[in-house]
């Protein structure tokens, strides 16, 4: 059956435009919440310039906690608090939330780092000079880390946009989902390396529900985020499987 | 100016964790001099210092600078006394991502002075510390003589009466050490800065400061002015310590020579003679030798020069009899040196 490429180059636009507005927002949100998260993390350590215990075990665990669950457990498990935050579960913003929640402690940790980092001297300087906790924050810690901290959010959004791959899940759309779709309907590839590997189970274990409302799409509405209207509680099973694998 | 009564400062908790840092320091640094605090890695000198400005608490004892007892201070008054305290880093502590005028204007930023009163200050301290040229360049581009003339700056930036220098010159070559020294005592000179420097260099302590204390495991065990201290240490770790710059230990070959000569010759006897001052003008080996019937050998001996008084330290081997000897020990007593005798074991 020859490839019917129509629908080709609309819809790899459409996704990389999901993936961007996915990645973007998301990193901004994570910015905001993880660089405070790092810096709060640093002051308040045992002999930081704010120390409190509690609040550094506290924040610490939770942290940890966040950061072991598998992105794709995590999208599934904030389900009511997504729908709590925007409205809806399912779909590209919705992806956003757990996009969020999986990156800032992610940038809370990496910032964290480049903040210890910084010579314990530059902190002395500045306490000797009679600076304030916030100015050592923001006039000392901050500009001496930046440019670590550039480094760590770089890092951050690689992690990011593959995160948004799993986010697929949701049916948040986005360049990967657009590829597991047309390489496991169409391209038929052998499963060679592990990448493609994982996005092909994630394609199959997505197929019954999506599959299913492509075909019952019409022309126009093909695009990937209209694939899956609705998670189907069999769907969800299906991936809840596919993170145990 | 700067007043430690019985400071104690313990680390840890615990009996098997419990670490002495100070055990009981009282100081008292004048204003306007150059103190220095001398002792061994791990003796408490960067503790001490840092219990002037409280970047360590002491865990008892009573810490005053400028007749205010800092321990009693708020944090926010603490933050406004710290300003008048500057200090200086052996390994600088420069903010990289800063140009030479961004550091120097740090401490002024932080105070909310207006930018044009900044602009004006940090060129000022550059030309003082001589590094108008350099302002903005990074302290990458810079050697370590010029950052540290950068941290000078920066701690005098608030106008401080007191200048704390944490082993200032420790990472500097002998050259640059002396530039460096020679600008910590025109900050004296110029601007009336009391100055407490703690090191490990007797070479320091002997070319800029007036008083020394030896701090030797968390106890002040001497202190006195320098010279006192170079011409009478009254411990062994600051003989030591005076050893480092004058050495005035025997060469080994010289030592044997004199243990042979002693056995077989049991009318000599040898002396150290320390002179200095107005001594070290007069003849006064030439005169021994010409009023009492004995022969003077100088076998070892060094003459430096401290704060501007010359002083010099003699190993001499008298030979004659032993009245003789007497006398000419008597009469050199008389002159205002001090002499003496060397056991053959202490050579």
Redesign the interface.
């Known amino acids: 059956m020859p490839f019917d490429w129509s629908w080709f180059w609309p819809e790899l636009w459409v996704s990389i435009e999901q993936t961007l507005y996915m990645v973007g927002v998301s990193l901004v949100f994570a910015i905001l919440i993880g660089i405070p998260l790092g810096v709060i993390l640093v002051v308040t350590r045992e002999g930081g310039i704010l120390e409190q215990k509690i609040v550094f075990t506290v924040l610490s665990t939770i942290i940890n906690i966040f950061r072991s669950i598998p992105f794709i457990i995590l999208v599934v498990a904030i389900i009511p608090f997504t729908r709590w935050v925007v409205g809806t579960a399912t779909g590209t913003t919705a992806a956003i939330v757990p996009l969020v929640l999986f990156t800032a402690p992610y940038i809370g940790r990496l910032v964290e780092n480049s903040l210890l980092e910084v010579d314990k001297g530059v902190i002395e300087v500045a306490q000797a000079m009679g600076a304030t906790p916030w100015q050592i924050i923001w006039r000392f810690l901050l500009p001496e880390a930046l440019g670590s901290i550039i480094m760590s959010l770089t890092i951050a959004t690689i992690g990011l946009i593959g995160a948004t791959a799993m986010a697929g899940a949701v049916g948040a759309g986005g360049s990967a989902t657009w590829r597991s779709l047309t390489v496991t309907s169409s391209f038929k590839p052998k499963c060679r390396s592990s990448p493609s590997c994982c996005w092909s189970f994630l394609s199959k274990s997505s197929k019954p529900s999506g599959i299913t409302s492509r075909k019952s799409c019409g022309e126009d509405d093909r695009t990937p985020c209209r694939l899956i209207r609705r998670p189907t509680k069999a769907y969800r099973v299906g991936f809840t499987g596919f993170s145990v694998l | 100016m700067i007043v430690f009564q019985d400071v104690r400062k313990v680390y840890g908790k615990g009996k098997a964790k419990r670490v002495e840092a100070l055990k009981g320091i009282n100081l008292h640094v004048k204003k306007g001099e150059i103190f220095g605090v001398i002792g061994f890695s791990g003796a408490g000198k960067s503790t001490l210092l840092r219990c002037v400005?409280l970047?360590e608490r002491p865990t008892s004892g009573k810490v005053i600078v400028d007749g205010v007892d800092l321990l009693s201070l708020s944090p926010k008054e603490?933050?406004?006394?710290?300003?008048k305290?500057?200090?200086i880093?052996q390994?600088f502590?420069l903010?990289?991502?800063?140009t030479v005028f961004g550091n120097v204007a740090?401490?002024l930023?932080?105070e909310g002075r207006p930018k044009h009163e900044i602009e004006k200050k940090v060129n000022q301290l550059l030309s003082f510390v001589g590094l108008e040229d350099k302002a903005n360049q990074y302290p990458e581009q810079l050697s370590g003589g010029q950052k540290q003339r950068v941290g000078i700056a920066?701690a005098l930036a608030?106008d401080p009466h007191i200048l704390?220098c944490d082993e200032a010159t420790s990472a500097l070559d002998p050259d640059t050490t002396r530039s460096v020294l020679n600008l910590l005592k025109k900050v004296r000179d110029e601007l009336g800065i009391t100055i407490l420097m703690i090191t490990h260099e007797m070479n320091v302590i002997r070319d800029a400061c007036d008083r020394v204390a030896v701090l030797e495991d968390g106890v002040i065990v001497e202190e006195d002015t320098v010279l006192n201290v170079f011409t009478e240490p009254k411990t062994e770790i600051a003989r030591n310590f005076v050893r480092t710059v004058l050495n005035d230990s025997v060469p080994p070959t010289v030592r044997e020579w004199i243990q042979r000569s002693r056995s077989e010759n049991s009318n000599r006897r040898l002396f150290r003679i320390i002179f200095k001052g107005a001594a070290t003008n007069e003849p006064l080996l030439s005169n021994t030798a010409k009023r009492f019937p004995v022969d003077l050998n100088i076998l070892h001996g060094t003459i430096t020069e401290m704060q501007g008084i010359p002083f010099g330290n003699l190993l001499v081997d008298v030979t004659g009899d032993r009245e003789a000897i007497e006398q000419a020990v008597q009469y050199m007593q008389s002159q205002e040196v001090i002499i003496k005798e060397v056991a053959d074991d202490a050579i």
């Open positions: 400005n970047l603490l933050r406004k006394q710290r300003k305290i500057g200090m880093f390994h502590n903010l990289h991502s800063k740090m401490p930023i932080i920066r608030t704390l």
